[in-house]
Nanobody
């Protein structure tokens, strides 16, 4: 059974930083792309950032550009999200996800079929 496990969330003051991690546990698999998504109470789950392994490319949604950076290691199916200059509006459960399908529309949430359980990020004002 393939599982994605997030870690690194917590409570931080506005302007602070957190480094979120996501790694596969159990069966090893190769992914085409991995991404980070977040969901605040009463809101729909939204795209944050994603990384396509080959050719390597990353994309960050406008609201986090310049503050968040996605990185990772394709061989280990591991991704990180460095979050800097955090704002209260960033408060949400952050989920990592993966798609194995070659040629997937990797910027689309519907393409991701492996999901972690989420890690809570809370930013105080």
């Amino acid at each position: 059974q393939v599982q994605l496990v997030e870690s690194g969330g917590g409570l931080v003051q506005a302007g602070g930083s957190l480094r979120l991690s996501c790694a596969a546990s159990g069966r090893t698999f190769s992914s085409y792309a991995m991404g980070w998504f977040r969901q605040a109470p009463g809101k729909e789950r939204e795209f944050v950032a994603a990384i396509r392994w080959s050719p390597r490319s990353t994309y960050h949604t406008e609201s986090v550009k310049g503050r968040f950076t996605i990185s990772g290691d394709s061989a280990k199916n591991t991704v990180y999200l460095q979050t800097n200059s955090l704002k209260p509006e960033d408060t949400a459960v952050y989920y990592c996800a993966a798609t194995r399908k070659y040629g997937s529309r990797w910027l689309s949430i519907s393409e991701y079929d492996y999901w972690g359980q989420g890690t809570q990020v809370t930013v105080s004002s």
